[in-house]
């Protein structure tokens, strides 16, 4: 599969655009995707697409959420990470990827892998995560987090299978269990499930695509006790045809909760998909809704 196949599906919102700007943006994308060695000027991008830069910038942030610059950025990343899970040496994959330097990708390291890349292409060998287990209204509770932040929350039946979920995802990190040190982050979630909080500020340490990025930072501004459905907020993301694109970002979040994905419902007035089960969805908007009371 070719990075422009994979652009397609990452970023459904831009599939059968007939809007121009959508279309311009498209062309832009494309491009990038087509020359991952060159490293064009904002102005020619927009020369490419008989455009000003102005407004090839405007277009970008209201269709991505990102500028030209940082599309490019994720679209070298993207190589990088294909490169190194095919088993390709980190020098290789960073030239291959249209790098131009070691220096370049270890300055984005940190925030867009979460780890340096030698680490990220051992599995995440190195990198240590803590977590901790706790009853809940819900069934169970896992929080993990890494020293940058949460990486993961989940809610089960038992602490057996939430755990087993959570080294799978991470099979080469280093995972231990650390209820003092993440006691206190488990109790805001608490909080937050009893109804004493309306809203979570915990630091994150995830990782996502530019669309992903956009709908979950979208489910954030949702207001405690309100839903919204998978087409109005494909809508507010200036894409009226992605509402399956945003559910599958929404079942893609790594951290319910925080991201309170269960805000999001279907158009029919169904619940819609929840990974932790439809009952406990409904259970999350009911006590939103008597808290609001």
Known sequence: M??????????????????PQLERVRRVCRYIDEHPEAKPTLAQLAAHVDASPYHLQRSFKAVLGITPRQYADQRRLHRFKRELGNEASVSRALYDAGYGSSSRLYERATSQLGMTP???????????????????????????ATERGVCAVSLGDDDATLVAALRDEYFEAEIS??????????????????????AIDLPLDICATAFQRRVWE????????????YSEMARRLGAPRAARAVGRACASNPVPLIIPCHRAVRADGGLGGYRWGAERKQALLENEREGRG
């Open 2 to 19: 070719d990075d422009r196949s994979c652009c397609r599906r990452c970023r459904p919102d831009l599939a059968d655009a007939a809007d």
């Open 118 to 144: 030698a680490t990220y292409r051992r599995g995440g060998r190195g990198a240590r995560i803590r977590y901790t287990t706790t009853a809940c209204p819900l069934g169970r509770l896992l929080v993990a």
């Open 177 to 198: 269990e650390d209820k003092s040190a993440l006691g206190r982050w488990g109790e805001v979630l608490l909080g937050f499930l009893e109804g004493r909080l309306r």
């Open 218 to 229: 979208l489910l954030r501004t949702i207001p405690y006790g309100e839903t919204r459905t």
